[in-house]
């Protein structure tokens, strides 16, 4: 890659494991427009949940270290519960000069707006097994009675799913049913989506949940975030040569491919 761009004009990195980051990617477009992006799929890694703790730290550090000599990017998002509460710290402490923006269960702002007091977390194993999450729940969340959803499966749906693949309704049924829970008069009225493959499914939670819930998506708080952390662009223009996909397997499928034209990004190799 040589693209050079003025310092004013760096890019804005966004990392996930696989597609579900483009739910961030779509907002943070919405409001940094006068930035270029990349995107970074770590597909040869995917699914994350399969991983053990440290082997998963270690390859996210090695990506990053890659990347960042590669792109220098102004900040970079990391679209992904399970990466960032594994290796968010590790990512600060190692590349100290560069600005990461996480993303973490949207657990504060469902204890806020809870009525019921039930709120359920879907989210992926390893994002329900990290003390990163119960710490939240400690921190935010004491009032209330959270339920913690790990799926084995979701993940992998929603890839399927946003690339157009068939779904079937019973499958996804039976991954987001345990998230409500009907107690004492009381029913769950937020689900936190702690995966953010998962918003691209929400439309079809709805028309399967039991009962009407709110689906909580982080994606538009994480992009208000990082624009806080964006030097403002008022004279700054769109810049030409970035706005393109990675990913590590480097053999996404023509489906993919498609996709990602349909958001703007040239496939990278």
């Not at 992904?80 to 100290?96: E, K, Q, S, Y």
């Amino acid at each position: 890659m040589t693209t050079e761009l003025k310092d004013d004009a760096k890019p804005i990195l966004v990392f996930d494991s696989g597609i579900g980051g483009l739910t961030v990617l779509r907002e943070a477009r919405v409001l940094m427009p006068e930035r270029g992006f990349i995107y970074v799929a770590d597909d040869a890694g995917f699914p994350y949940g399969n991983w053990e703790e440290e082997a998963l730290k270690t390859r996210i550090r090695d990506l990053f270290r890659q990347l960042l000599t590669q792109y220098a990017p102004e900040v970079c998002i990391i679209a992904c519960n399970t990466a960032f509460t594994l290796a968010g710290a590790d990512l600060r402490a190692t590349f100290p000069d560069m600005t990461f923006v996480g993303t973490v269960p949207a657990i504060k702002p469902a204890a806020e707006r809870t009525r019921s007091g039930l709120v359920s977390v879907l989210a992926t194993p390893g994002t329900v097994k990290r003390a990163y999450t119960r710490d939240l729940i400690q921190s935010f969340a004491s009032q209330c009675e959270v339920k913690l959803v790990g799926s084995q499966n979701l993940a992998r749906m929603a890839e399927a799913y946003i690339r157009g693949e068939t779904v079937s309704d019973e499958a996804v049924l039976a991954e987001i049913a345990p998230c409500f829970v009907e107690r004492e008069g009381r029913k769950t009225d937020i689900v936190v989506l702690a995966c953010t493959h998962y918003p691209f499914m929400a439309n079809l939670f709805r028309k399967l949940a039991p009962w009407p819930v709110d689906w909580l998506d982080p994606a538009e708080a994480i992009a208000r975030q990082a624009r806080r952390l964006v030097p403002g662009g008022d004279n700054v223009d769109h810049p030409d040569g970035w706005d393109f996909a990675l990913f590590t397997s480097s053999q996404p499928d023509f489906a993919t491919g498609r996709l990602m034209q349909g958001f703007g990004l040239k496939l990278q190799s």
